[in-house]
């Protein structure tokens, strides 16, 4: 097993901020308040939620869930403002999450802030924050796009201003493993606090970028259900989950695993889409073996061709029998859960049958049945 160059990592759950940006996403309080319960059972380390200046609800959930019986520490997302600053903490957050953009994109179409603006109203609101006792985070949006020397002097400038992390953010989703990698590892030299991730999927990669992070020495990553967020999301919790426990499922034994899916089914739901049906560990088809070289090997020894053990997730694996890539390892195991004494011959001769009636048509695996069933009353 690879090692892991780390023992610990917390997760930023922003289903409720990142998420809520997600296309067709309306919670309503009690949604939010539902996904935060559940989130918190799950054992997720932080819940970052909407600001408070967003709307009304928003306010009114950050206010419900700073008073739920809850083990998560509760962040809220806001812009470098200190009256934003300021509500946040009256709602009783634990900690604030403040980003603004350093990319020239965002310095000219955005907030038309020049670095120093950007370091200067930056300090005095962490400073205002740590007399609160407020946990702060500052992250660069659109980091990857950003001139590297610029966003170094800010995250310098604001670890000796006392923040507890930075955050790097792949906005557009344009970063890779081995960039992530390189710029994480360069951070890691240039300040002392802890380092988050956020990364978005525009490219495919942003539970890997979100590893590779962890690797090199971030300490935070942020996640969403099923990845949801701005256009195609971010790193999904479940994927990162995964990842993670195929380098050493011990790092993820903190969270209680077999609520994964209840949680993504409720996600799904209220967002009202289906689970994808590749989507790790939950997805329909994550734990289906067909072919029969791959479902001799899995009956005879699981992981042969499973990275992760399903019954960890408190999901069942999926022998299929029913199509003519059938082995007769596998119809055996069938007849044997049927109950049925055949004999090596006749499972043979079963398993032609089944692939001869598959070539005809779609099969079921009432007709598997139908075919051990009749090789056990006309036997030979
Ligand atoms: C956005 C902002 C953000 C912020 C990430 C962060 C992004 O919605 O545009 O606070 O680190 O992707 O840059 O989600
Ligand atoms: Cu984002």
């Known amino acids: 097993m690879q090692a892991a160059t780390f023992s610990n990592f917390n997760v930023i759950e922003s289903t409720l901020r990142e998420g809520e940006q997600f296309e ?13 319960a559940a989130l918190d059972a799950f054992g997720v380390e932080y819940m970052e939620l909407t600001t408070p200046l967003a709307s009304p609800q928003s306010e009114a959930t950050l206010r419900a869930v700073a008073g739920m019986k809850r083990r998560f520490r509760l962040l809220t997302h806001i812009r470098a403002r200190m009256d934003e600053a300021r509500l946040a903490v009256d709602c009783g957050v634990d900690g604030v999450d403040i980003y603004i953009g350093t990319s020239a994109y965002m310095r000219q179409f955005s907030h038309g802030r020049s ?13 205002w924050l740590k007399d609160q006792d407020i946990e ?7 980091t990857f796009r950003s001139n590297l020397a610029d966003v170094f002097t800010v995250y310098r400038a604001m670890d000796l201003a006392g923040v507890d992390r930075v955050g790097v953010a792949d906005t557009v989703g344009i970063a890779d493993p081995l960039r992530t990698h390189s710029l994480i590892s360069s951070l890691r030299q240039a300040v002392h606090c802890d380092i988050e991730f956020h990364g978005h999927d525009d490219s495919g990669c942003a539970v890997a970028n979100a590893w590779c992070a962890l690797q090199a020495g971030a300490t935070h990553v942020d996640t969403t259900v099923l990845g949801i967020g701005e256009r195609n999301g971010i790193t999904a919790l479940g994927g990162l989950v995964a990842r993670i426990y195929t380098v050493d499922p011990q790092l993820v034994r903190k969270y209680d695993l077999p609520l994964l899916r209840e949680i993504e089914d409720l996600v799904a739901r209220r967002v009202g889409i289906d689970v994808p ?10 734990f289906h073996h067909k072919a029969g070289v791959h479902t001799n090997a899995v009956l005879q020894n699981p992981t042969s061709y499973e990275a992760i053990d399903p019954e960890d997730f408190g999901i069942a694996r999926n022998i299929d029998v029913a199509h003519r ?17 055949l004999d090596e011959p006749e499972l043979r001769a079963a398993t032609r049958r089944i692939k001869a009636l598959a070539d ?14 009749d090789a056990v009353t006309e036997p030979g």
């Open 360 to 373: 005809e048509r779609r099969i079921t695996l009432a007709d598997v049945d139908q075919v051990l069933q």
């Open 24 to 36: 067709g996403c309306h919670f309503s309080l009690d949604d939010k308040l539902e996904i935060a």
């Open 115 to 127: 670095l120093q603006e950007i370091i200067d109203s930056s300090s005095e609101i962490v400073a």
């Open 277 to 286: 049906f590749n989507t790790p560990i939950t997805g329909r088809t994550a």
């Open 325 to 341: 890539l059938v082995g007769w390892n596998a119809v055996r195991d069938r007849a044997a859960t049927l109950g049925m004494a």
């Open 136 to 142: 702060t985070r500052f992250s660069t949006e659109d």
